[in-house]
């Protein structure tokens, strides 16, 4: 034996030995751990989520401590890391899978472990979970990203069998939590109606969120959610897991109270519809489970997960974005070439950045004159546009603002020239009836030819205008009579389409990595954090009703960062403008007002606004949020947003009573200061001709702000009250 071969063999050896002995493997992150662990018999558990021992030698005692311990008569159910169906383990399986035999059984057991410090931040542990009686593995992958306190988690599965595999069940992940009982947070919705928060105890059985609609698939809930364990966990209090599932199509999240103390959480695609013929030598990459633990309540939570969004997954998260003049909501489909010049000066005179051209402007054959006809004949409409969008571009350029663009690609109405030439591109069972949401159908986006279509649109408005600064891209209709022309096995139809929806924006953004790009869905039906890999912010509804909107914005900052959340003035509501202007600065400020018919003082102060916006927006766009005080059960609601350096915070408080009140009598306790600083506060973004009953010299030291709190005097008279808070140097 040569000296090499020798020490091959060692090591070889001792590759072999680490794998067969008990492994203890620490996911870390600043404060929290997750432990996995083999038991005797190699199987992987995961025995422990939640805040980092000093002594790290003291995580092999926790799975002697499991309080489950199954007698004679009791389900043998281990706490197992990643469930597989067919064998010990007959609770909701994150795997089921028929082998290539016809054998539906899988049993994993720890193979290996490998771990990459990606950089100061990032470590990826993967652990390789083999079959003994298959060419069958998954390795489970753990992304911790130290400071944020986030973990990615996903599954590859992969076979060497003689003949395909098919996947039934293939979540990215299951997580067990032992607790006296769980509670469920989590957000249905419907079109304007976005984002309602109901919480409730797990009771024993599964509880499964999910959607099966294909594209628009948060119209009825949403994929992320909040679970406190032993009791409901309030902003600053009790322990929390947030997760959130990475996909853009249909999603499945079951919850399993299991004995007396345990939950199992399974998040993945939802396999409905879609068993997932596997070939030797594939690789299944399942999406992304988002999650972080907090020991602090839901809003330490949220922050974790705004961190992270903006730091590593939200398009340019950490950067600038452009506030927005748009015309939907004042001209709907009714615009020709000086309108529109209008509406760009108009941009000019608020002093916004863009001038969003919404629905509309293309079709002619069957012009889009309503939302009936000519969606997707991007060709622009010629009696509207004598001049085309080239023009429209360089007239908003001419005007001193920048121009933005509406497309909504994946979908077709009947009445176009698409539907015509192309009926092999258009997701529909041929016989039977069409059924339409909006008037409109889906195209198919399995299809390559299709998605080159969809790359080619946006390509071509880029070199027809290539001053465009921005993209609304809008998706109106989910899937109904699901069915491919082209793709061989419908069973993969909704996992290829989401393919291909990302091989496009994947495509456009390689060629224009920056433009600032709108995911919109008829207001908030589609907002993941898969998409917004390539987008910068989201619409979050079509109700943009600024009392309605608190709601919503509150509800949407338990998972997403305010720089992501586009939140427009419009005419819906009967509030003023000061409070219309004060919610939607409570993220990324637009309007769709006519500016023209603004009032003197209305202008004047939207105009002031906007600077007033521009000065502090870099606070809520990337500071911390601390939700103050909720607008459920308080009759005012407060939010703060303070910078990194603790030394200017943004309070935005608004009047939700629907009866006369006296306004707060309780003071408001901020957060997240710094109690050895001073401040001072002043009210900002105040009406003409109206003064603040808040004397701007006082002093206080942050510890009295956090401890006793202050009040922003906000009353029926005063509906909306804005502070700035600023540390003395
Ligand atoms: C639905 C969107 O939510 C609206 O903002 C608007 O863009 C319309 N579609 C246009 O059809």
Redesign the pocket.
């Known amino acids: 034996m040569t000296k090499k071969h020798f020490i091959f063999s060692l090591l070889f050896m001792a590759v072999r030995l680490s794998s067969f002995a008990q492994q203890t493997i620490e996911i870390a992150t600043k404060n929290n751990v997750l432990i996995l662990e083999t038991d005797k018999d190699n199987t992987l558990l995961s025995t422990y989520i939640g805040k980092k021992l000093e002594n790290t030698a003291e995580y092999p005692g926790i799975q002697a401590l499991d309080k489950y311990k199954p007698g004679s008569d009791d389900l043998l159910n281990k706490r197992e890391a990643y469930i597989a169906s067919g064998s010990l383990n007959l609770m909701e399986p994150a795997l089921t899978v028929s082998h290539a035999d016809g054998n539906k059984s899988t049993v994993l057991t720890f193979s290996e472990v490998k771990t990459e410090q990606l950089d100061q931040n990032r470590k990826l542990t993967s652990i390789v979970l083999k079959d003994q009686k298959y060419k069958f593995q998954v390795t489970l992958k753990y992304l911790a990203y130290f400071n944020e306190n986030v973990i990615e988690q996903w599954a590859e599965i992969e076979h060497h069998e003689k003949g395909n595999v098919v996947l039934y069940k293939y979540a990215s992940a299951n997580l067990t939590l032992s607790g006296r009982k769980f509670f469920l947070k989590n957000q249905y919705s419907g079109a304007t109606r976005e984002m309602r928060s109901e919480e409730q105890q797990l009771l024993h059985g599964i509880k499964t969120i999910d959607s099966k609609l294909g594209t628009r698939t948060n119209l009825l809930h949403s994929s992320s959610f909040m679970v406190s364990i032993d009791q409901p966990a309030t902003e600053d209090m009790g322990e929390v897991i947030a997760g959130s599932l990475a996909w853009t199509g249909n999603f499945k999240l079951d919850f399993e109270t299991f004995d007396e103390y345990y939950l199992r959480i399974t998040a993945g695609i939802n396999n409905f519809s879609s068993d997932y013929t596997l070939k030797a030598g594939e690789n299944f990459i399942t999406p992304r489970f988002v999650y972080t633990y907090s020991s602090e309540g839901k809003g330490l939570a949220s922050r974790n997960l705004q961190n992270w969004a903006r730091n590593y997954q939200l398009l340019n998260g950490k950067g600038e974005r452009s506030t927005i003049l748009n015309n ?1 909501e004042t001209t709907y489909f009714d615009f020709n070439d000086e309108k529109l010049n209008e509406l760009t000066k108009d941009t000019k005179k608020l002093g916004v950045d863009v001038f969003l051209l ?2 509309g402007w293309f079709g002619n054959k069957y012009p889009r004159n309503g ?1 009936t006809s000519g969606l997707v004949d991007w060709q622009y409409n010629r009696q509207k546009l004598k001049n085309g969008i080239s023009t429209l571009g360089k007239e908003a350029t001419a005007n001193g603002v920048k121009f933005g663009i ?1 497309i909504e690609p994946e979908m077709v109405n009947p009445k176009s020239e698409l539907y015509e030439n192309h009926p092999d591109w258009i997701i529909r069972q041929l016989e039977r009836k069409e059924y339409y949401m909006r008037n409109q159908l889906v195209l198919d986006l399995t299809n390559p030819k299709v998605q080159d279509f969809i790359y080619k649109t946006v390509d071509d408005i880029f070199k027809e205008v290539p001053e465009l600064a921005f993209i ?1 891209w ?1 998706c ?1 209709s989910l899937i109904y009579n699901a069915n491919s022309p082209t793709l061989k096995n419908q069973d993969h139809f909704y996992i290829e389409y989401i393919r291909g929806l990302n091989s496009v924006l994947e495509r456009i953004r390689k060629k224009y990595p920056k433009t600032p790009m709108m995911l ?1 869905a ?2 908030g039906s589609r907002v993941d954090y898969a998409a917004l890999k390539y987008f910068t912010e989201f ?1 979050p509804s ?1 109700n943009t009703n600024p009392y309605d909107r608190i709601f919503i914005q509150w509800e949407y900052s338990y998972y997403f960062p305010s720089v992501a959340v586009d939140n427009h003035i419009t005419d819906m509501g009967k509030q003023p403008i000061k409070f219309k202007t004060d919610v939607a600065m409570m993220g990324k400020l637009g309007y769709d007002v006519r500016v023209n018919e603004l009032s003197k003082n209305d202008l004047l102060f939207s105009q002031n606004a906007v600077k007033t916006y521009n000065s502090f927006k870099d606070i809520v766009w990337h500071g911390q949020q601390y939700r103050l005080q909720d607008p459920y059960e308080n009759k005012i609601a407060s939010i703060a947003y303070i910078n990194d350096a603790k030394d200017q915070a943004i309070v935005f408080n608004y009047h939700v009573a629907t009866l006369f009140t006296n306004g707060v009598i309780l003071p408001i306790k901020l957060k997240g200061l710094d109690p050895a600083k001073k401040y001072k506060i002043e009210e900002i973004n105040l009406y003409p001709g109206t003064k603040s009953p808040i004397d701007s010299a006082k002093v206080y030291s942050g510890d009295f702000l956090m401890k006793v709190g202050f009040n922003p005097e906000v009353n029926a008279y005063r509906t909306s009250v804005v502070l700035k808070v600023q540390a003395l140097n």
């Open positions: 939907w919404d629905d939302s509406w609304k809008d109106n919109c008829g207001g619409w079509d």
